[in-house]
């Protein structure tokens, strides 16, 4: 395939990715987002196996192997449950990481291959487009992993930290710095490797101080590193499609930790260097068993939302574990029967990733309409007969507006104890993904629901 027609196909990939972008940044245009997504993948590596030009030995492993990694990601994205999809994305990310260091390491080793000149006389633009490359995908790739980890409960999701912890970090930052240097002046192998290794050892260090309620940031800027590692790499290779993946998965993982910090009153600095997540002993609070909940059933959550005129609906983390969204649903068309007015109010966090609720409710059919954001439904609380909060905990916690010392102080959360009355449904007075009680549950116009959300809003529509 001639350099001008490969050019063009990498260029329609490109547009098709960037329409990609655009359908997925509303739920009524994602399913077409992900279709575009997929056609330009598609484009883009059908291209890139057709202009290899030699259909040797090499190109029927290329095959085999393109064979078996997509059966594989086929399976586990079949098999995965909604819940589950944050440490996926987390995993997948690793993997990006993964990819771009071992293309670094290709290309260094083996230059002439990739007409960057030869072994110790590398050019020095490739050099440094390399070292960046295999320097973010190796900080990607073990950053994701403790991020996979930490979210999938194998590793205590509380910040992991240690005296001179940023210094350390800066330390070897600076010193990252002066290998790159120093590589495209001697070009020695050693160097290369001391810079993979010491970005293995800083993608560990910059995600153990972070704490559970920050993962959200954390996964949406592990996607933007792995963009960046991408975008490194294809200026290596000087691969077109790659430099204009790269970026755009690149700067929308920055925009998007930069719209979460906002909606967590947080700046990004704050979050990289574990300052929230770290705070010391931040449940120190009464102990549950020293106060008084009022425990109510689904008698008493039928009876109040059926004699309400408007009902918020909250969803959080454990609607998404009992898999509750098409019960919920169920009841929710109940209510309207009963000409009831029924909102749903998303948190920026709510969940364990960005859109994470939106999705499940997309699943269980509900209308875009009556999903609304933080910022356009928090003053209704106060004009609301019911919340009904599902699942939700941290994004929901009045600590966050009065109590200097908790880790989730400054976070906008979600006025729910402006409601007339508040049902919330959750298993026990455990404390959130953040660690801390919740205030909300002792609140005199709080109703504790103790059961399976799933269960209990069954229950509950079968009562109205």
Known sequence: MSANLLAIFYLVSGVLFILALRGLSSPETSRRGNFYGIIGMAIAIGVTILSIGNFSTGFVFLLVFLLIGGSIGAFIAFKIPMTAMPELVAGFHSLVGLAAVFVAISAFLNPEVFNLGFPGNIKIASLIEMSLGAAIGAITFTGSVIAFLKLRGLMSGSPITFLGQHFINLALGVILIGLVIYLCNTQKEYLFWSLIAISFLVGVLLIIPIGGADMPVVISMLNSYSGWAAAGIGFTLENSALIITGALVGSSGAILS???????????????????????????????????????????????????????????????????????????????????????????????????????????????????????????????????????????????????????????????????????????????????????????????????????????????
């Open 258 to 464: 930069y719209i979460m910090c906002k909606g967590m009153n947080r700046s990004f600095f704050n979050v990289i260097l574990g300052g929230w997540g770290a705070t010391e002993d931040s449940s120190k609070s009464v102990s549950k068993e020293q106060k008084p909940v009022k425990n109510g059933n689904a008698d008493d959550a039928a009876f109040l939302m059926k004699n309400a005129s408007s009902v918020i609906i909250v969803p959080g983390y454990g609607m998404a574990v009992a898999q509750a969204q098409h019960a919920l649903r169920e009841m929710v068309d109940s209510l309207k029967k009963n000409g009831v007015k029924v909102s749903y109010a998303i948190h920026p966090v709510a969940g364990r990733m960005p859109g994470h609720m939106n999705v499940l409710l997309a699943e269980a059919n509900v209308p875009y309409d009556e999903v609304f954001e933080l910022e356009d439904i928090n003053n209704d609380f106060a004009n609301c007969d019911v919340a009904y909060v599902i699942g939700a905990n941290d994004v929901t916690n009045p600590v966050a507006k009065t109590d200097p010392q908790s880790p989730i102080y400054g976070m906008p959360i979600l006025d729910v104890e402006k409601s007339k009355s508040v049902l919330f449904v959750k298993r026990s007075l455990s404390p959130g993904y953040a660690g801390i009680d919740n205030d909300l549950f002792y609140r005199e116009n709080t109703l504790m629901l103790f059961a399976d959300a799933k269960k209990m809003t069954e229950e509950i529509t079968k009562s109205l």
